[in-house]
T-cell receptor
Framework: QKEVEQNSGPLSVPEGAIASLNCTYSDRGSQSFFWYRQYSGKSPELIMFIYSNGDKEDGRFTAQLNKASQYVSLLIRDSQPSDSATYLCAVGGDYGNNRLAFGKGNQVVVIP | EAGVTQFPSHSVIEKGQTVTLRCDPISGHDNLYWYRRVMGKEIKFLLHFVKESKQDESGMPNNRFLAERTGGTYSTLKVQPAELEDSGVYFC???????????????FGPGTRLLVL
């Protein structure tokens, strides 16, 4: 069983719409959750982190965490062409375990 | 503030050769991590340094891989001898090491693209 799963396939959204990305994880002991954005050939860049159940908003981005259901999601509101990238979900372990487990990523294409 | 840097950006070598990758973390970051992404797969953890000590090397695939971080600053990852399946993108990341217990934000470098022929 994969540790972190992201639904496959590119996501195409029109400019100005909401992009919704989901991620599930298998380790119930996971404590920290990250969304990274990666442009082709570039380094993964942190967008959001979330540690507690519920929603966390930062500008046009909202991360949602539900530890009981073991999923974390990312919403991108008012999508812009510059949001076109691959979004990586990463999950950190419990105390003392700093290694991140990544999903394969979701490609988002914002159509002008 | 300079980010995480990696050298080289690309490397093409033949099977059986040796390659050494270098990572310079963000200044002052005690934690340094190596990850790898092979074609079509997710990014996978290789190992974690705290200063010059290996905290967790559970992700290292085999003894052909040797990571060092002498002096607790930059790190090198040597692959000797390289095999075809070692091809991929090798990422380095660093984090401050605030001792908060929970996994803290890791900042990634641009990666080294390794191709073994």
């Amino acid at each position: 069983q994969k540790e972190v799963e992201q639904n496959s396939g590119p996501l195409s959204v029109p400019e100005g719409a909401i992009a919704s990305l989901n991620c599930t994880y298998s380790d119930r002991g996971s404590q920290s959750f990250f969304w990274y954005r990666q442009y082709s050939g570039k380094s993964p860049e942190l967008i959001m982190f979330i540690y507690s159940n519920g929603d966390k908003e930062d500008g046009r981005f909202t991360a949602q965490l539900n530890k009981a259901s073991q999923y974390v999601s990312l919403l991108i509101r008012d999508s812009q062409p510059s949001d076109s990238a691959t979004y990586l979900c990463a999950v950190g372990g419990d105390y003392g375990n700093n290694r991140l487990a990544f999903g394969k990523g979701n490609q988002v294409v914002v159509i002008p | 503030e300079a980010g995480v840097t990696q050298f080289p950006s690309h490397s093409v070598i033949e099977k059986g050769q040796t390659v050494t990758l270098r990572c310079d973390p963000i200044s002052g970051h005690d934690n340094l991590y190596w990850y790898r992404r092979v074609m079509g797969k997710e990014i996978k953890f290789l190992l974690h340094f705290v200063k010059e000590s290996k905290q967790d090397e559970s992700g290292m695939p085999n003894n052909r891989f040797l990571a060092e971080r002498t002096g607790g600053t930059y790190s090198t990852l040597k692959v000797q001898p390289a095999e075809l399946e070692d091809s991929g993108v090798y990422f380095c990341a660093s984090s401050q090491g605030l001792g908060q217990g929970i996994a803290e934000t890791q900042y990634f470098g641009p990666g080294t693209r390794l191709l073994v022929l």
